[in-house]
């Protein structure tokens, strides 16, 4: 499958989802299971790597700045850095790893199982059933999971810093809130929430296309996981680009 | 009103599975089409359900040409057909009950006690009563493809495709089966297509035969046309000579 190819019948598979999202009575009741496996499940790993972030970053900061730039800038490139990258980012990355290649590898083994056939048997519209309690189900819970990452990061950089570093708990709080905007977090919540889309999408895109048996499940999770992280990236870029 | 398959055509890349193939199952009857494997026997049924495209031709359901259909009309047409698939194609993430629960769910008015009462006796139908908590994991082949059958019966549809429904069975399971094939045509008058290898099977249930050879419809006929037939390459098939089909060949 050539790159425009894909991303042709990826954009069609959105534009079917759209439409499929009229069917409430299939996917609603599915929604809440999908948001505890999409959000709920996730957030431990993604609190693992926001919690380990957030002490590297105030150890990193407080390494670059000593002696040339107040410490209390530690909270500053702390608060920033996971509001704006590495919070949305590092937490995406980790989703496409975890819900990405969930989503792939059940919908691709149901696809080569005959399960999705057997769902248009039984008059289930399968985009319906499958694909829109998962992805709007990221695009809710990605940005929840987002928020509790920065939230984790932030509070280990202040906790490093004032263990560690020679700082006092105003001097954190003072550089937290001195650049600070309200946009700083509609800005992560944009990138969250179309990480989520990707991420979900992605995934059922893959798993919908699924050919062969094991090894093509194989192959579409493996896909799944390195397009959608690369779509991430992409996509950080791209906001970054138009909304900074 | 029955399935009629008219002038089937349907290729995969260069590899032509349907050549024309043509054949109806008249309403009410049991309707058996053999063939080796790979011959497209599946494919045909995957047609009739619309899960399918034709390259050309057209399957007719109920009087409606199935691949005119709009989506909508689509699934309104398979609330009146079963498909029991060749592997189950259960859904694994669900218990047995809910595989069964699944089309009364969406195909019927129900309300949830009138399903579980209906999950029940299609489960005990199949001799599966007291494995409804029971995931697919925990089942047997045999017991896999039962629950496939008791799925497909739940919403007493007006047709029935069956794929391969005895393949891998015991004989006991498969006379069971059998005995369940002719029950929903006997007693319900269920338009039946059933595709099987499985000779025995074959001549219990049909009520008429039809062969797909080189993707067209070598005979069509019924049990007592089929055993007195002299093409070599149906005589080869029903008596298991494969140097009597390599001769036609």
């Known amino acids: ?244 | 009103m029955g399935i009629v398959i008219r002038d089937l055509h349907k290729s995969f890349g260069p590899k032509v599975v349907l050549d024309g193939f043509s054949v109806e199952a008249r309403d009410g009857e049991t309707l058996v089409i053999l063939g080796g494997s790979g011959s497209g026997k599946s494919v045909t049924l995957k047609h009739v359900v619309g899960l399918l495209t034709p390259d050309s031709g057209e399957v007719e359901v109920d009087g409606q040409i199935v691949s005119t259909l709009a989506r909508e009309e689509l699934f309104e047409l398979r609330r009146k057909v079963g498909y029991v698939f060749q592997f189950a194609a259960l859904f694994d993430s669900m218990t047995l009950a809910e595989n069964v629960a699944m089309g009364l769910r969406r195909k019927s008015d129900m309300d949830r006690e009138a399903i579980a009462e209906r999950v029940e006796e299609c489960l005990r139908l199949v001799d599966l009563d007291g494995y409804g908590e029971r995931t697919p994991s925990e089942l047997s082949g045999g017991q896999r493809k039962r629950a496939g059958i008791a799925r497909a019966i739940a919403t007493k549809p007006q047709y029935l495709l069956y794929d391969e429904p005895t393949t891998g069975l015991d004989p006991v399971t498969r006379a069971m089966i059998d005995q369940l094939i002719l029950r929903m045509s006997d007693e319900l008058g269920v338009t039946g297509i059933v595709i099987t290898h499985d000779m025995d099977s074959a001549f219990r249930v049909a009520d008429r035969f039809a062969m797909l050879h080189n993707g067209r419809c070598r005979f069509e006929g019924t049990p007592d046309e089929i055993r007195a037939c002299e093409d070599p390459v149906v005589r080869g098939f029903i008596e298991g000579r494969p140097e009597l089909m390599e001769k036609e060949s």
Request: hydrophobic residues 55%; glycine residues 10%; aromatic residues 10%.
């Open chain 1, 1 to 244: 499958m050539t790159l425009a190819a894909g991303v042709g019948q990826w954009g069609r598979l959105t534009a079917e989802t759209v439409q499929a999202a009229r069917h409430v009575d299939v996917w609603l009741r599915l929604l809440i299971p999908q948001m505890a496996r999409v959000g709920v499940d996730s957030v431990p790993i993604a609190l693992f790597i926001a919690l380990f972030t957030g002490i590297v970053l105030a150890l990193q900061a407080s390494y670059t700045f000593t002696g040339a730039i107040p410490l209390y800038f530690v909270g500053v490139l702390v608060g920033k850095t996971m509001m704006l990258e590495l919070g949305p980012v590092l937490t995406g990355l980790a989703l496409s790893g975890r819900v990405g290649a969930n989503i792939a590898a059940e919908i691709g083994t149901m696809r080569v199982t005959e399960q999705i056939d057997a769902l248009e048997t039984l008059a289930y519209p399968p985009i319906a059933y499958l694909v829109v309690p998962r992805v709007l189900a990221g695009i809710i819970m990605v940005p929840v999971v987002t928020a509790l990452a920065i939230g984790v990061g932030i509070v280990a950089g202040w906790i490093t810093a004032i263990q560690l570093l020679d700082m006092s708990s105003a001097d954190f709080v003072n550089g937290l809130t001195l650049f600070f905007l309200p946009f700083d977090v509609t800005f992560a919540m944009i990138k969250a929430t179309s990480f989520g889309f990707i991420i979900t999408s992605i995934g059922c895109f893959f798993g919908f296309n699924t050919q062969g048996g094991a090894e093509g499940v194989g192959h579409s999770t493996t896909r799944a996981v390195v397009v959608s992280s690369m779509a991430i990236l992409v996509l950080d870029a791209f906001w970054a680009l138009v909304l900074l």
